[in-house]
Each structure stands twice: as structure tokens, then as C-alpha cells.
């Protein structure tokens, strides 16, 4: 299947290029579908959409608001019927999630609305940062820069891409009770797209300020909380970089441990949260610190491919560099651990 690039300039080449296209039709797709691949028919899901004679999208497919390349999570299994079971109130419009949306005001002038996609901000999308890099309007252009923050360049300035975090309402509802997606889901605009309007006098692109978000604040450490907890901090250093040689440290072992501290906590892995980790640290005789402290050496570990094993940098200080790496690894593990350290907003 052949990439596909395009750079259009205007909203009439939109307009022309979609008519220019025959509608794919198949077994699974009928006339009616009008699903019209933007290059490459074999890769049908990228394509242009009519959602009004003044308005198209551009689309990557199996996003929210895409009804005919449907997003899994508005799809479910019913292993009694051997089907899947398309839930279309999930779905929500193509023009409130495709990457690009490309509209004609009734005063003539054209915007385009560029869409990062919706996920978390743990999450990555590449098909839909591959797909932005190809088909940006002429005159501007997609990059990814450092710290996994995406943005649009345009008259030589970057403009910062948020992800989105507005699903249908009808997802928020069904994942109300699930703590993973619901921490960061809304039903309402987030304003994450960029806004950008056609300059007829100039030929550009110029940004619509009052569109998108604010770069992330960078990590900081909340210090006065982190100094209540200094000298627990420093006891279960001591204390553990004491027991790592007679710790039997692999990935049976280390993977039992996190088990059974998951377990304690609850079961799941979201339960063990920084309040625990700082209940630990408060209590000496508390009998998840031997497994508290193996989640971390867990991430000290280094493949010898010599041998086939792996090391771990606690079971062999020798000399300052080592130990001073240990602790560098430490207190980051500690500032994210157990919470001291804020994470960046996007």
C-alpha cells in the first residue's frame, strides 16, 4: 500500500479532489457509504469525507465520529451471536475528532481545524501523526518535538497540539466506573484543535489565538512535601541497598513481589497509588517495604548478553560512580513513586 501525500491550498481543491474520486465500493462497503480514499484505495480508511457543501474532512479512520470505520471501543463482541454489536450513540460527529477539517464561511473566508488525537497524555497515536505529516494544507507543517508534544508550524512559529480528551458523551457514561479512562475524558470542548484561517491578502495561514491550549507546565518537585518525608526517604535507601545482596533479585522473584503488593493494596495495579508508597516509607516494620523496595531495583537491572542474565547495579556497588547512579535512579523513582513530584498538564 502507497503512502499517500497531499498539500492542498484551498477549500476548492478539497472540493475537486473529492469529486474527482470514484466511490470505493465492495462487500463491505455499498455506494451509498461514499467512501472516497484520499490516494491509495487500499488504504481506504484515509480518506476525504463531505460532511457539507461547506464543510470536508479530511479522515484517518477509526477515530471517534468516524461511522464507517468504526472506533473499537463503540464496538463489543456478543459471543452468543458470534457478531459484534455496534454501539452508534458512542460514535459522535467526524467534525468535532478528524485530524482536519477544512470549511467555507458564508463571508467567503476558509479555516482549517487540525486535530491531534484523543487519548491520554501517556498515549500515542502514530498513524495519526504519520497521516498530519502528509496531509497538512499547504503552507503549514506538523513536527514532533521533545517530551512527546506535537505542534503545527506555520509562518516560521510552532503552535503547540494538545491531544484532545472530548469523547461522546455516551463513552464518558460507559467508562464512568473505569478510573484509567474516566480520569481524563470530558463530554465537553476541551479546545484542543487549532484553529487556522485562510489571509486572502497574504496567502497564509494565521493562527486563531483564542484555539488550543497552552504548553504543559514541565515536572516539579513538590520539595516542602518531599522534605516532611526526608529522613524515611533516607532509611529505606540504607535499608534496602543492605538487604540487595541477599535478595534473590530475577523476573520470577522481582514479578511475585509486585504481585503480592498489588495484591495488598487491593489487586490492581492503579490501587497502589502514592498515598501507599508514602505509608511505607512512614512505617519501618510495614511488610510490603521488602516488596516496595524490589519495585524499584526491578528498574536497576542490566542484560549481560555475554552471559545471557541479567544484573542488577543494588547487588554490585563498587565503586562511587555506581552508588551515586543508584541514588540519582532513586530519588527519581521516589519523586514519581510516591508523588512528589507533580506531573505536566496537557
Known sequence: ???????????????????????????????????????????KQERIVKISNNCYALSDGYHWGDNKFIPY??????????????HWDRIGKMEYYAPIVWRKHKDGTETVQIRNF??????????????????????????????????????????????????????????????????????????????????????????????????????????????KYKDHIDKFFEWGMTMSPMLPLGTDYNSTKAGDLREHFGGRHDDFTPTCAREILRSP????????????????????????????????VDTKEVLQKIKSRFNTFININAGFMTKPKQ
Open 118 to 227: 484523543t487519548g491520554s497524555n501517556s498515549g500515542y497515536e502514530m498513524t495519526r501523526y504519520a497521516f498530519l505529516e502528509r496531509h497538512m494544507p499547504y503552507g503549514m507543517h506538523f513536527s514532533m518535538g521533545g517530551n512527546s508534544l506535537q505542534y503545527v508550524e506555520t509562518l516560521g512559529k510552532k503552535h503547540y497540539l494538545a491531544k484532545g480528551k472530548t469523547v461522546p458523551r455516551a463513552i464518558l457514561s460507559h467508562y464512568k466506573n473505569n478510573k484509567w479512562w474516566s480520569e481524563w475524558m470530558t463530554a465537553k470542548d476541551d479546545n484542543a484543535a487549532l484553529v487556522f484561517t485562510d489571509d486572502k491578502t497574504l496567502g497564509k495561514w494565521i493562527h486563531d489565538p483564542t484555539t488550543g491550549k497552552p504548553l504543559p507546565q514541565k515536572p516539579r518537585v513538590n520539595k516542602e512535601l518531599k522534605a
Open 73 to 86: 471501543a463503540a464496538r463489543e463482541y456478543d459471543g452468543d451471536a458470534e457478531s459484534w454489536v455496534i
Open 285 to 316: 516494620n510495614h511488610p510490603m517495604r521488602l516488596n516496595y523496595w524490589v519495585l524499584f531495583t526491578s528498574q536497576m537491572s542490566e542484560y549481560d548478553y555475554a552471559s545471557g542474565t541479567w544484573t542488577y547495579l543494588v547487588k554490585h
Open 1 to 43: 500500500m502507497a503512502l499517500t501525500y497531499s498539500s492542498f491550498n484551498k477549500f476548492d481543491d478539497v472540493v475537486k479532489h473529492y469529486e474527482s474520486i470514484r466511490p470505493l465500493v465492495s462487500k463491505l462497503h455499498t455506494l451509498e457509504d461514499d467512501i472516497r480514499p484520499i490516494g491509495d484505495r487500499n488504504r
